[in-house]
Each structure stands twice: as structure tokens, then as C-alpha cells.
């Protein structure tokens, strides 16, 4: 079993930044990867961005060069560090911890880009 939980997210002026965090606990030797992902009110769930155990990287393309996702193996923490807000990234942002029998995911932190 693998826990999430996430922080970081709340309301932002268009092109001001946030940073999400998600903390893993239990069984965290079993990922291979994690992510996050969002979901907007009448959307599907689509992927932002992954990161590897080995550090390797993927991003959407509506936001690359605007978030970086990082991790600190000491801390069993994966970021989300969002720059130059849309209001087209309001959404529910997720993190997903996947391991070699199945995927787990976080509660969910609400990302609110308005003026």
C-alpha cells in the first residue's frame, strides 16, 4: 500500500505561481513513477506531468515550460512547482504513484487561476 497526500494548492492571479507537494508513506520502494494529473469541472482526468525513479521526465504540452515536476528521494516528495498561471489550469490536481501492481492515487488539491 502506498499513501499520498497532497498540498499546496488554493486560489492565484493569472501568471502568479504555486507549488504543489506530495508526500508518500508505506510501501514506497514499489514506485517507478509518479505524476500529476488534474481534472477540470466537465473534463476528463488528463496527465500534467511524470517523473521517473530514475529521474526522467514527461510533460503536457499546454504546460511546458511553465511547471516543473521534481522529487526529493530523502523526503518521499514529489513537486509541482506552476508558473505563469492560466485560468485554463483551474482544476483538481492529483497525484499518482505507480508500482508494478497497481496505481495509487491522492485525494486531490483544488487549483483555483482567477483574477
Do not use: H
Not at 530514475?54 to 523526503?75: E, H, M, P
Request: with cysteine; proline share 3%; aromatic share 10%.
Amino acid at each position: 500500500q502506498v499513501q499520498l497526500v497532497e498540498s499546496g494548492g488554493g486560489l492565484v492571479q493569472p501568471g502568479g505561481s504555486l507549488r504543489l507537494s506530495c508526500a508518500a508513506s508505506g510501501s514506497i520502494f514499489s514506485i517507478y513513477a509518479m505524476g500529476w494529473y488534474r481534472q477540470a469541472p466537465g473534463k476528463q482526468r488528463e496527465l500534467v506531468a511524470t517523473i521517473t525513479s530514475g529521474g526522467s521526465t514527461n510533460y503536457a504540452d499546454s504546460v511546458k515550460g511553465r511547471f516543473t515536476i521534481s522529487r526529493d528521494n530523502a523526503k518521499n516528495t514529489v513537486y509541482l512547482q506552476m508558473n505563469s498561471l492560466k485560468p485554463e489550469d483551474t482544476a483538481v490536481y492529483y497525484c499518482k504513484s505507480a508500482t508494478l501492481i497497481r496505481d495509487y492515487w491522492g485525494q486531490g488539491t483544488q487549483v483555483t487561476v482567477s483574477s
